[in-house]
């Protein structure tokens, strides 16, 4: 049973325009959320976290927002730009420093 | 920066064969973790090991085994693989902290 999901598979975003990526989990005891990266034949490598004692963490055009009564976090991207074209997983600790992964979205950014 | 390096990025094995992969990570990490991703599955844990000759079962173990002998050294082995095994296997590593490094992946098609 996932205990992270990603109910969108993909998403396609013209180029300049917001690009939001959702992820709902099920384990309110989670501390702690990170977003991973993926670009075809090349491995996840990690872009953003946000600690749960928080609601919104920004590095420069991606900011990842938390909202823990409704179990909810998405990953917005402004401007989105063609070399954001890859596939994005959400992940949480699950203790032992193991992760658990949602199933990706895959963001299509049309030039 | 970071690199966890592994033996194949493409691997085409018959039915029933004894098959290796290989993972090195070159930063002193103690854990060390073999994924498998999926469409629509995300990345799913197969075996982790936080010390040399250490390991533990992921979420998926059903038909693979691990060995680190050396500490920048983890195998996954599948013992007799089957054509449900074809998929691409991730290796990554981590300092003991949350985030977690990626090698390049492994494309395993098994026949």
């Known amino acids: 049973d996932q205990q992270v999901k990603q109910n969108s598979p993909s998403l396609s975003v013209q180029e300049g325009r917001i690009s939001i990526l959702n992820c709902d989990y099920t384990?309110?005891?989670?501390?702690?959320f990170l977003w991973y990266k993926k670009y075809p034949a090349e491995g996840p490598t990690f872009l953003i976290s946000i600690s749960s004692i928080k609601d919104k963490n920004e590095d420069g055009r991606f900011t990842v927002f938390l909202n823990k009564s409704a179990k909810h976090l998405s990953l917005h991207i402004v401007p989105s730009q063609p070399g954001d074209s890859a596939v994005y997983f959400c992940a949480a600790p699950k203790g032992g420093n193991m992760l658990t992964f949602g199933g990706g979205t895959r963001l299509m950014v049309k030039p | 920066d970071v690199k966890v390096t592994q033996s194949s990025r493409y691997l085409v094995k018959r039915t029933g064969e004894k098959v290796f992969l290989e993972c090195v990570q070159d930063m002193d990490h103690e854990n060390m973790f073999w994924y498998r991703q999926d469409p629509g599955l995300g990345l799913r844990l197969i075996y982790f090991?936080?010390?040399?000759?250490?390991?533990e079962k992921g979420d998926i173990p059903e038909g693979y085994s691990v060995s680190r002998e050396k500490k920048e050294r983890f195998s996954l082995i599948l013992e007799s693989a089957s054509t449900n095994q074809t998929s691409m296997y991730l290796c990554?590593?981590?300092?003991?902290?949350?985030?977690?490094?990626f090698g390049p992946g492994t494309r395993l098609t098994v026949l």
């Open positions: 384990n309110s005891m989670f501390d702690y």
């Open positions: 090991s936080y010390d040399v000759k250490m390991k």
């Open positions: 990554a590593s981590s300092p003991g902290t949350v985030a977690q490094y």
